[in-house]
Each structure stands twice: as structure tokens, then as C-alpha cells.
């Protein structure tokens, strides 16, 4: 989810627009599925969007839809609009465990190819039990990071963000739970400050723990991606 939702803040930074799919020939789509599995939450979030080009999305029309299916449920997803963006999500509840095919499709009109079966498996959730929540870091010490998920052959990765610090991330090979941010990783933010106002050198981090799989899109698509990730975030504060 994160990943479309970030999609979405460039676009429409950018200037997006939407236009009606009864023009657009599936072969000519870029589909972007995106399965989430959060940290508490009984279900997996689904989300679709479809574009052509880089800045304009597609809005299906009468006799086309978009669900998605696994682990014995299915949902069709719901249509949003707003600001020239358009995307579609729902969520498969009960749908959680490691390996379960989540399929994504594509119905149309009579006259344009359908896209039936974009799949992805979801990951092994992930749960972090250090950093704690609330807790306040120093950019001169290390910051430990531990996490609770079942064995995995997929590597994971660890991201921290903040409005007074530069983003930056570490990976973690698979069988990896837990890892230290080396003192010094953590960099106060480097943009140019506004006149008159002092820039902050403390503020809140959100250290996210992510593991995610690479699917399959339908061969109907002219391009795209299909991910699913499992995410734990907590939201420490950054200090000097």
C-alpha cells in the first residue's frame, strides 16, 4: 500500500489525470497491484491502479472491474477518485498466512482483452520488538532493531525517515532478526533552511521493518508490477 501511496503523492505533485478506459487497449496498460499485510490487522489490503504513460490513470468503465482472490476469499475492489488520481482497494479477510496466492483480475468489455490472473504470494508477517515505540535515540549511539516472524528465506529490510533526519535503509539476509543501525547511519536532514527559522534537530522516526515477494503480472499488461509485503513500524524520536 505504501508503495502506491507514495506513487500517488508524486503524481499528483506532478499534475496527474484520469481518463475513461473505453479508448485504452489492455496491451497498452501499466498495472500496479499492491498486497499489504499490517502488523495487527486480520486481512491483507489490496490496491490496483492502472495507468498509461507516466502521469495519467485509467478509469474502468461500464462491464469492467477489478477483484482480487485467495485463501477461499474475494472482494472486488472499490473505486476512488481524487485530485486526477484513480485507484481501486479492498481487503481479504482472514487472509494472512505465509504463501498464499493472492490473484488479481482484470475484467473488461467484450471488445478488449481481459486480464485475469496477476499473482503474488504474501510473505511471513513481521513484528518488531525493538526499537520500542516512544523511545528517544541519540544520533551518536547505535539503535539495536529485533524482530519476531517465522523462518524465511527472503531477506528483509530496514528503513527510518523523519522530517529532521535523511531516509536511509539497511537489508538484512535472509534468517537475519535483528541488526544494529551503526551510530552515524542516522544523518541530520541536509535541506536548505527557511530564513528566520531555526531548522530542528529532534523529531519523530519511524523505523520501518519490511519484507516483501515479487509476483507475476498478466501477460495481457504492457507493463507493471505486482508486490506483496508485510510491514512493522515503530515511531521512536531522533535526537543530537
Known amino acids: 500500500m505504501k508503495r502506491i501511496a507514495a ?9 496527474c489525470s484520469t481518463v475513461d478506459s473505453k479508448d485504452i487497449r489492455t496491451s497498452g496498460i501499466t498495472a500496479n497491484y499492491v498486497v499489504t499485510l499490517p502488523e495487527t490487522a486480520d486481512a491483507a489490503s489490496v490496491s490496483a491502479s492502472y495507468r ?3 502521469l495519467t490513470f485509467v478509469e474502468l468503465g ?27 482497494d479492498g481487503q481479504l479477510d482472514g487472509v494472512v498466512d505465509a504463501g498464499t496466492e493472492i490473484t488479481f483480475n482484470l475484467t473488461r468489455g467484450k ?34 532493531v529485533r ?40 544523518r541530520a536532514a541536509t535541506a536548505t533552511p ?10 519523530p522516526v519511524d523505523v520501518t521493518l519490511t519484507r516483501r515477494t515479487e509476483g507475476t503480472l498478466d501477460e495481457a499488461f504492457k507493463d507493471g508490477h ?10 521512536i524520536t531522533s535526537a543530537p
Open 62 to 88: 461500464d462491464g469492467e472491474s477489478v477483484t482480487s482472490s485467495g485463501g477461499g476469499k474475494d472482494v472486488k475492489l472499490k473505486h476512488h477518485r481524487s485530485a486526477g488520481v484513480t485507484d481501486y
Open 7 to 15: 506513487l500517488v503523492l508524486i503524481m499528483v505533485l506532478a499534475g
Open 147 to 186: 524482530f519476531d516472524t517465522q523462518t524465511s528465506e527472503r531477506p528483509s529490510m530496514v528503513t527510518w525517515a523523519g522530517e529532521c533526519i535523511q531516509t536511509g535503509s539497511l537489508e538484512l539476509e535472509p534468517g537475519r532478526t535483528s541488526v544494529s543501525i551503526p551510530t552515524g547511519s542516522i
Open 194 to 203: 527557511t530564513p528566520g527559522v531555526k531548522p530542528a534537530t529532534t523529531c
Open 52 to 54: 498509461v504513460g507516466t
Open 111 to 144: 471488445d478488449d482483452d481481459s486480464a485475469p490472473r496477476s499473482t503474488v504470494k504474501l510473505p511471513e508477517r513481521v513484528r518488531l520488538t525493538a526499537p520500542l515505540a516512544g523511545t528517544t535515540y541519540s544520533r551518536r549511539a547505535a539503535i539495536p
Open 226 to 235: 505486482i508486490t506483496a509485503e508485510s510491514q512493522s513500524v515503530r515511531r
